[in-house]
């Protein structure tokens, strides 16, 4: 193999003179490697040199240390005798690094990562540390200096969304052009006035996509009254996600009944489990008044004030919202069950060591879960009977339901299955689910208003408004837009 030239490592288009090494610096004598240069006056190529200067450039650190070029540049005297640049000096070429540039392109590009990823002063305190000591102001600027060209042509369709400064306590409001698939404003926060001014500015727009909350909508209807207001598809497919899961979440008793775990033997539970399932019996006891005393014709009002529950609660319980009876404690478990099961018929009953055994197979979990799951075991084998499967709560349900069906584990599918021919309104209602997402996944308009008669035919009811403005077909101007639908979930009945 040949040996590598120092060459090598320099970038293209120079010749390494000499390395040296000065304390905590690696210092790089070179030159330019082209014996001529292009007049930047006329283009023309001259090899008439006039003198020599240099070029200080700060380079990609090497073996720890920062790495410093010195370069002699010339300056050429121009052939061309109409040109009227006589003297000109020579570029080093983007590969290199820019005119006037005190940074290599390839430290320059670094930069410019870093800067986008992290922001001005994490970046800066990063560089610092990888020996690239650069300014937050520098990595502001290098951003800046690459930013995409300022937008051209008129701006008719723009989606407006929030986005955070600073995560629960500051945020800003982002609008887009979505047609052009770019950024064109950051407002400072998301006040109605802010945005409604903004708004103001341009009369051109045509389409305004936003979320489904009343504030853009106010702005938008302040500041653009000629543009139509369509749910951008995000916020229409979040909103279908969460009728769903309040449709697993009301189905939940009858779910434990096809899953056969109604009946809970308490004297299986491991405490924390017993703590959550006191909890549940609890709640179940004040729930039943609740349907009683509204069985018996007393308003919300009333219920509330005899019960000493608040008005939202009871009108939650009596919309069937009854809750989960543990939380998902064992996800982190499912995947290693089957190993967990292995070691336990093999004879090892210690939870510590089990949970040794699988943190060495890659499991994440805390020695908890593994500890809790062998108590239970234990205490099934000691009552001589199979472990009770407790129910997924509602939240792993509606995923386990949703997701493709193939990235499903082997017990998952067989759950599903189970829920599905046990409650057959919730396995009516995930088609439904699933043919919305494809209707908005392809834009299908066609497909909206049989979609909307079918479910409303359906035993599982999710409610869908549908806005006077659904003519707007799907994805004219961008795939962001489907029209305004609202979907809410009612109980099964
Ligand atoms: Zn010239």
């Known amino acids: ?15 390494v003179d000499t390395v040296s090494i000065e304390g905590d610096r690696v210092l790089v004598s070179a030159h330019p490697m082209s014996p001529d240069a292009a007049c ?40 061309n005798s109409a040109c009227k640049r006589q003297i000109f000096g020579e ?14 392109a390839r430290l320059d590009g670094i930069l410019h990562h870093l800067g986008v990823a992290l922001g001005g002063r994490p970046a800066a305190r990063l560089a610092r540390q990888v020996m690239l000591p650069v ?25 407006i969304d929030d986005f955070a400064w600073k995560r629960g306590q500051r945020y800003g409001t982002i609008i887009c052009d979505l047609e052009r698939r770019r950024i064109v404003d950051l407002l400072p926060d998301r006040e109605a006035g802010t945005v409604a001014a903004w708004l103001a500015e341009h009369a051109e727009i045509r389409v305004v996509s936003r979320d489904r909350g009343g504030s853009y909508g106010r702005s938008a209807t302040e500041g653009a009254p000629q543009a139509i207001q369509v749910a951008d598809r995000w916020h229409v497919m979040e909103n279908a996600t969460a009728a769903f899961l309040e449709a697993v979440r ?7 009944q096809a899953l056969g775990s109604t009946v809970i033997d308490p004297a299986l539970l491991t405490c924390a489990e017993r703590i959550q399932y006191d909890g549940f019996v609890r709640r179940q006891d004040s729930h039943q008044a609740i349907k009683a005393l509204a069985a018996q014709g007393v308003s919300i009002k009333a219920i509330a004030r005899q019960t000493a529950r608040s008005r939202k609660l009871v009108r939650g319980v009596l919309r069937g919202g009854d809750g989960d009876m543990f939380r998902g404690r064992q996800d982190t478990l499912g995947p290693h069950l089957a190993r967990l099961g292995a070691d336990w018929d093999a004879g090892c009953h210690n939870g510590a060591e089990l949970w040794r055994r699988m943190r060495a197979d890659g499991f994440g979990g805390g020695l ?29 349900v509606s995923r386990m339901m949703t997701i493709d069906r193939e990235q499903l584990s082997k017990a998952d599918a067989i759950t599903v299955a189970a829920i599905e021919t046990g409650v057959p309104a919730l396995g009516a209602a995930r088609i439904l689910f699933e043919r919305f997402q494809q209707m908005l996944r392809v834009r299908d308009i066609a497909a909206l208003a049989p979609w909307l008669l079918e479910q409303g035919a359906a035993c599982l009811r999710l409610s869908v408004k549908v806005s006077a403005r659904t003519s707007l077909p799907f994805g004219r101007h961008s795939p962001k837009h489907g ?8 109980s099964p009945s």
């Open 368 to 396: 908890r879960v593994v500890t809790e799951w062998a108590t239970r075991r234990r205490r099934g084998e000691k009552a001589g009977r199979i472990m009770s499967r407790t129910v997924p709560p509602a939240r792993q």
């Open 40 to 79: 930047t006056g006329c283009g023309q190529r001259s090899v008439r040199i006039h003198s020599h200067y240099e070029r200080r450039l700060q380079d990609l650190p090497a073996h720890g240390r920062c790495v410093r070029f010195r370069v002699q540049v010339r300056r050429f005297r121009c052939g």
């Open 483 to 490: 029209p305004t639908a609202r979907l809410k979930a009612r």
């Open 250 to 256: 009301r189905s939940m008793p009858p779910i434990r």
């Open 1 to 15: 193999m040949p040996r590598p030239s120092r060459h090598a490592m320099s970038p293209v288009g120079l010749v």
């Open 91 to 104: 570029l080093l070429g983007p590969g290199v690094a820019l005119k006037a540039a005190r940074r290599t």
């Open 135 to 159: 300014s937050r102001d520098t990595l502001l600027r290098v951003v800046r200096r690459r930013a995409l060209p300022p937008l051209t042509g008129t701006l008719q369709v723009v989606g």
